[in-house]
């Protein structure tokens, strides 16, 4: 039965505690019930980022620890992508594929703080089976820190360069007397920095993360978890470039937004309840369930000049002057809740003389997304600036003025199985079945107009995987896999309140697969994992734009490639956590002639990762990381290349 591990497990006897280590930086199982064997017999790439590397590491954000998996790319939102971590696994999209602890977590924010986190899970190919709609090149799902059966206290404090003051508690107690294996965990977070390089932007943050487990009986507990953060930032969009380079004798230091006016404010909220009950030793039931609310105001003013002539009179800008040009105190204020339950029986038995390992189950969530976008109306006129000392502060008239509002919901339905059959003890056949009902509904309301636009969606639709697992040795396991996923018009209308339009309401989903060959080992008593495989995801009827505004379902879409990795210790003091991955990606069939044949945006047909730590006498440690990542296209809409 595939349940969670601690990096440690402790087992009290009398007055004696037996504590056994899972091997460094391998991580045996899943947190999610679904993965019904240990990762290692999974038919699938899966690379976790285990908890030893992100306190190694000191890594901070989610993007930073995903900058431990080759293969993965950061956007920073390229041809609208909106705000917020914006991620590509395996050349797609991965901003409507996040998770927490197995349950989906759309909203697209950023998350930029790690001291709740466990491990982070990348589920690698189409897998919709798994997390709904989506996930076509991959999934992320972040593993919570849990209640454990031992008692420590951690105070962390760090100072640095450039105004970094940190301060973390992850504080755990077993609550003796009260129940059978209760626990109280704790984490606690402060956090400031200014950007290197960048004097007058500022990083602010806090947090509070506490966790209760309650061992109603033998057989039965309760795990009732919060999670608080808030973030204060000063946005920070860079200085003014052309060409790709920046304006000769502007200083990087330099500031061109509005700091009376520019800001980035976020307030996550997350309560979550997790029921498990053993109806006998291979039968259990898993209830989760889980609130959250994220609130984000945002205030930006791009560093776009304008060193011409005034826009509206023609007067002239003087030599060594500027007029701020784009986006000036945009704002956009968004509200996103959701409600999710997820129920499993997760069991074991023989059955015609074949062992299954299985779980069956349903899940239902409501989203919502509202959005108010704004400006504050600033008038530039016969105002000009210094180039080379911006001031940073707008002192002119301004007026916060609602230009539309945006409400979206998205109501999700779905039933799921998974089995994996031992068919003899050399081969295993891993399946899984979901099929969802989705519903949304999406509505914006133009105030200089008072128009509203209102549309509404629906889909149906199976999600299925099979793999084929060939055990050579107790140390080896070769397979096959053949995968599907979908990505419905509603697909990011709660994670950025956007793709239902009278033009794409009415369309199908998009539909993916794939197909992957691989293989893992196990070597010095399983210290060391080896894994290699070579895969191909096609996307077979892409949504495109035609020119007259309408969409068809004409493009086809594919990123084929190896993926390579090595995790655990080369010696007993010698640790490597490494991964290398080729893609090759083409738009392979295109309305557009000038699209067909190209790579897709942002996937580099080569990208590593290395983090290798070896331990020295006296506990002192040393390790070095690298991270590459090749010459790719910016979108996959032109050509223009990203170093």
Do not use: C
Request: net charge negative; hydrophobic share 30%; charged share 25%.
């Amino acid at each position: 039965m595939s349940v969670a591990q601690d990096n440690t497990a402790a087992v009290e006897l009398d007055s004696q505690t037996v504590v056994g280590e899972t091997p460094a930086y391998r991580t045996t199982h899943s947190v999610s019930v679904k993965n019904t064997v240990p990762l290692f017999d999974m038919p699938q790439t899966i690379q976790v980022i285990p908890a030893e590397v992100i306190k190694e590491q000191q890594a901070l954000s989610l993007r930073q620890v995903l900058s431990n998996v080759s293969g993965i790319t950061f956007n920073a939102g390229e041809g609208g992508g909106g705000s917020g971590d914006s991620i590509n696994i395996r050349g797609f999209s991965a901003n409507a594929n996040m998770q927490i602890d197995g349950l989906r977590d759309s909203t697209q924010t950023n998350r930029t703080d790690t001291f709740n986190i466990e491990a982070v899970e990348v589920i690698k190919g189409p897998n919709s089976v798994f997390g709904g709609s989506g996930t076509t090149g991959g999934s992320i799902n972040q593993a919570s820190k849990a209640p454990k059966q031992r008692n420590f206290a951690e105070l962390g404090a760090s100072l640095g360069t450039d105004g970094y003051h940190r301060m973390t508690l992850d504080a755990n107690q077993r609550l003796e007397g009260v129940g059978t294996g209760s626990a109280f965990r704790l984490n606690l977070m402060a956090h400031e920095n200014d950007v290197p390089g960048r004097d007058d932007i500022d990083r602010q943050r806090w947090g509070i993360a506490p966790s209760v487990l309650f061992g109603l009986s033998d057989a039965t507990r309760l795990t009732l978890s919060y999670f608080h953060q808030v973030d204060d930032n000063l946005p920070d969009y860079g200085v003014p470039a052309r060409d790709g380079k920046k304006l000769s004798g502007v200083s990087r230091d330099d500031y061109f937004g509005f700091r009376n006016f520019d800001k980035e404010e976020i307030t996550s909220d997350a309560f979550t309840v997790k029921f498990e009950h053993d109806i006998n030793d291979s039968l259990q039931l898993q209830n989760l369930t889980r609130y959250s609310r994220i609130d984000r105001d945002t205030v930006i003013s791009a560093a776009h000049v304008n060193l011409d002539k005034e826009k509206g009179t023609n007067r002239p800008i003087p030599p060594g002057r500027y007029q701020p040009a784009g986006p000036q105190g945009y704002g956009r204020d968004v509200e996103s809740q959701m409600w999710i339950n997820q129920l499993s029986l997760i069991g074991e038995n023989e059955l015609l003389g074949m062992q299954h390992s299985w779980v069956a189950g349903g899940e239902i969530s409501r989203e919502t997304y509202e959005r108010e976008a704004y400006n504050h109306a600033f008038d530039f006129t016969g105002i000009d600036y210094d180039l080379y000392g911006p001031p940073g502060y707008y002192a002119g008239p301004a007026q916060r003025t609602s230009l539309d509002n945006t409400e979206t919901h998205l109501t999700n339905k779905a039933l799921y199985a998974f089995d994996t059959i031992s068919l003899t003890p050399q081969w295993d056949i891993n399946l899984g079945l979901r099929y969802d009902w989705l519903n949304g509904d999406y509505e914006k309301t133009t105030v200089k107009t008072g128009l509203t636009d209102k549309y509404r969606t629906e889909d149906k639709k199976f999600s299925g995987r099979a793999g084929l697992v060939y055990k050579p040795a107790d140390n080896g396991r070769i397979y096959v896999a053949y995968g599907t996923s979908f990505n419905p018009s509603a697909e990011f209308l709660t994670t950025m309140g956007s793709g239902v339009s009278g033009a794409t309401a009415d369309l199908s989903p998009e539909k993916n697969r794939t197909l992957e060959l691989g293989t893992k080992w196990t070597f010095f008593n399983s210290a060391l994992e080896l894994d290699g495989a070579l895969f191909r995801v096609e996307k077979t009827n892409a949504r495109e734009q035609l020119a007259d505004g309408s969409y068809r379902m004409a493009g086809e879409q594919r990123v084929q490639g190896v993926e390579l990795g090595a995790t655990g210790k080369l010696m007993d003091d010698w640790k490597v956590y490494a991964n290398y991955t080729y893609l090759s990606s083409e738009t392979t069939k295109s309305n557009d002639a000038n699209r067909k044949g190209q790579a897709l945006g942002n996937t580099p047909p080569h990208s590593f990762n290395l983090w290798t730590t070896y331990d020295l006498p006296q506990g002192w440690q040393v390790g070095y990381g690298s991270r590459y990542v090749s010459q790719r296209n910016v979108t996959s809409e032109d050509r223009a290349k990203l170093a």
